[in-house]
């Protein structure tokens, strides 16, 4: 099945830091999302990018589709403590494919901010 | 606000005695899906309704099964929980199948004694 790799796995930053993570497939996505998650709830979709390439912001969040359709990055700037949560990214295949439909998550990017 | 709402937030259950969870939602959306997470782990779909119509993953055990009676509810039954079924379950809806943004509940967190 598809497989999602997401790193770092975790992330230990000072407040105020910038912050990279990124997926990277060995299939090709149609779409790529980027959802952050806090203790005891559930995903919140930040951003969602539909086309190779395309770059989007979203406050101190920027994203972008990776030209090949098999990778995503996530970069935070300047980071602060309410930054704190697990990240992870998700594909959707394109149509026809036995996993349209369906998301493919990667493992997941806990990051810890210190004030 | 337009949302998804999962009902308990914390449930627990014994061993062997059926619980249902619930989900609703208010963004008029086709698809519902229920998803199970596990401690820093990844969401791992479990079924998916689109419309009436239901489907299965293939790797979800035949103790767990959903139910729609309508477009804004959909239900999670685990018949027979064991302690390997304690985990995060969160509902998930959007707006067709295929459409590329899901939208999730806060999760209902179930432990089992």
């Known amino acids: 099945g598809q497989q999602l790799n997401q790193s770092p796995q975790s992330m230990f930053i000072q407040e105020g830091e910038d912050v990279s993570m990124n997926c990277t497939s060995s299939s090709i996505f149609n779409t790529w999302l980027w959802y952050k998650q806090d203790p005891g709830e559930g995903p919140v979709l930040l951003i969602a990018l539909y086309k190779a390439g395309e770059l989007t912001s979203n406050g101190r969040l920027t994203a972008q589709f990776g030209i090949t359709r098999k990778d995503s990055f996530l970069n935070i700037s300047a980071s602060i403590p309410s930054d704190v949560g697990i990240y992870f990214c998700?594909?959707?295949?394109?149509?026809?494919?036995?996993?349209?439909?369906?998301?493919?998550f990667g493992q997941g990017t806990i990051l810890t901010v210190h004030p | 606000d337009a949302m998804v709402i999962q009902n308990p937030r914390y449930q627990v259950t014994q061993f062997g005695k059926p619980v249902t969870l619930s989900c609703s939602q208010t963004?008029?959306?086709?698809?519902m899906y229920w998803y199970q997470q596990k401690s820093s782990q990844a969401p791992k779909l479990l079924f998916h309704?689109?419309?009436?119509?239901?489907?299965n993953e293939a790797d979800t055990p035949d103790n767990f099964q959903s139910r729609r009676p309508n477009t804004s509810f959909c239900f999670l039954d685990i018949r027979s929980p064991g302690l390997g079924d304690a985990a995060m379950y969160l509902c998930?809806?959007?707006?067709?199948?295929?459409?590329?943004?899901?939208?999730f509940g806060p999760g209902t967190r179930l432990t089992v004694l």
């Open positions: 309704y689109y419309d009436k119509d239901f489907n």
């Open positions: 998930a809806t959007s707006r067709d199948w295929g459409d590329n943004e899901q939208f």
């Open positions: 963004l008029n959306h086709n698809v």
């Open positions: 998700a594909g959707q295949s394109a149509a026809g494919g036995t996993s349209y439909g369906k998301l493919t």
